[in-house]
Every structure is written in C-alpha cells, then in structure tokens.
C-alpha cells in the first residue's frame, strides 16, 4: 500500500472511532442548554430556519440535476483529494466572507445568511462527491448526501444511528424503495435546526455578529468537509480493500 493510501485509511480509522463515541456528560448538558436557550428564539426566526432547510433538502432531493457533476476517474485518491482540499477552501474562505458580512448587518442580514450558507454547503458536498467519483444522478447517491448533513450536524445520539447507517450504505441502499418520498426530512430539518441555533443566534447580535459570522462560517464547512472527505473515503474501502481509488 502507498503511504498515502495508509495515511488515509489511518485517519479514516481515527474518525470512525470518534464518529463511534456515546455522548459525553458535557454533550448532554450542552443540548440541555441549547434547548433553554432555543426558548428565546423569537418564533419568527424559527420559522425563517424551519423553511429555509425544507427548501433545501427538496432541491437535494428533486432538483439535484443542475448540482450534479460529471464523476471523476482515472486519477489516483491523493490527486483527487488534493482537489477536494482545495474546494474545501474555496468554500471555507467564501462562507467566511459572506457570513461576516451579513453578520455585520443584523437581524435582517444575518437571517439571510442561512440560505446562504446551506446553498454553499449543498454545492460543496455535490462537488465532493464527483470528486470521488459518485454520480448525483442516483437518488440513493443524495440521500449519502443528506446522511453526511446528519453526521456533521447532529447529536451525538442521532450521529451515531447515522453512522452505523452509513457503514453499510450499499447494503442498505439496495433496501431503499425506488419512491424517494419515503425519505424522512422532518427528522432531517430539526436535527440539523436544533443544532445550527445556538451557534448561529450569536450573529445576529448587533456590534459581535460579524466576527461570529466568519468564525462559525468557517468552522461549519471545515466540519462538513472533513465529514464529507471520511464517509467517502469510508465508501471506497467498503467496495474494495486496497488500492484506494476507483
């Protein structure tokens, strides 16, 4: 094996074991917090978020088409994730700028940085995806997809029901009916929503939003990426064991 292909299967197996750990006494007085505090959040903000994830996990699910790129083949994993690091990047520095900036403006433009975000967020893990050579086209493909959402933004409880999902997606996803409207996205939504508001709320505080905005931007497509980069990365050895590309 190549030391790249070991360095790999070395990280996969590190975050595997942290995908893997039950949910720590601080985990649970964290959500217990979260949940007083989410009490604060006015109603109108709520709704806001709620219908902002909706939209989005419907245009996963029914208007992927004009995500989806072309597979890549032909090029070893270290050329490929040396592409997908690169996008990681790309994405980071731009939620950054564009969170700082709504988060300088307010309520109002901080309200805007949720589609904003979740559409930056959406784009990448479709680009990830074909960097590693998986097609958007199948369905089952965007609902790997929306899983990976699930292990980078929820509880450790729902994170770990997901994990062992994803663990054997191809058996699984030969289980899936050919109706995708069996997928179950109100679950999807408010885990994710529950665990976006309380890192989120702080950017829409007058005179700290914006640093907030940059910070959390940055930090939420850096996990998401690192997410996306393992589960594939999980996907490739599960088909086949050594060398590490497809």
Not at 212 to 239: E, F, P, S, W
Request: charged letters at 25%; proline letters at 4%; a positive charge.
């Amino acid at each position: 094996m190549a030391p790249y292909e070991q360095q790999v299967l070395n990280e996969l197996q590190r975050w595997q074991q942290q995908m893997q750990k039950p949910p720590t006494t601080f985990d649970r007085l964290a959500k217990g917090l979260q949940r007083r505090m989410n009490r604060f959040i006015p109603q109108k903000v709520r709704t806001v978020i709620t219908t902002v994830i909706k939209q989005m996990t419907r245009v996963v699910l029914f208007g992927a088409d004009k995500l989806t790129r072309q597979p890549t083949v032909g090029t070893s994993l270290q050329e490929r994730e040396a592409v997908v690091k690169t996008r990681i990047e790309f994405y980071k520095t731009t939620g950054a700028a564009e969170g700082g900036i709504t988060g300088a403006g307010g309520i109002l433009l901080g309200l805007a940085d949720f589609p904003l975000l979740l559409t930056l967020k959406v784009k990448l893990l479709f680009e990830i995806a074909a960097l590693y050579g998986f097609s958007g086209n199948d369905y089952r493909e965007r609902l790997y997809i929306m899983h990976i959402f699930q292990l980078a933004f929820s509880s450790p409880d729902h994170r770990l029901e997901v994990f062992r999902r994803m663990q054997q997606w191809d058996t699984y996803s030969r289980s899936l009916p050919d109706d995708i409207h069996q997928f179950d996205w109100q679950t999807f939504q408010e885990e994710y929503r529950d665990y976006i508001d309380l890192a989120k709320m702080a950017q829409l505080i007058p005179g700290i939003g914006a640093a907030v905005g940059l910070v959390v931007n940055y930090r939420l497509l850096d996990k998401l990426g690192v997410t996306a980069m393992n589960a594939y990365r999980m996907r490739i050895v599960q088909r086949s064991d050594a060398p590490l590309y497809r």
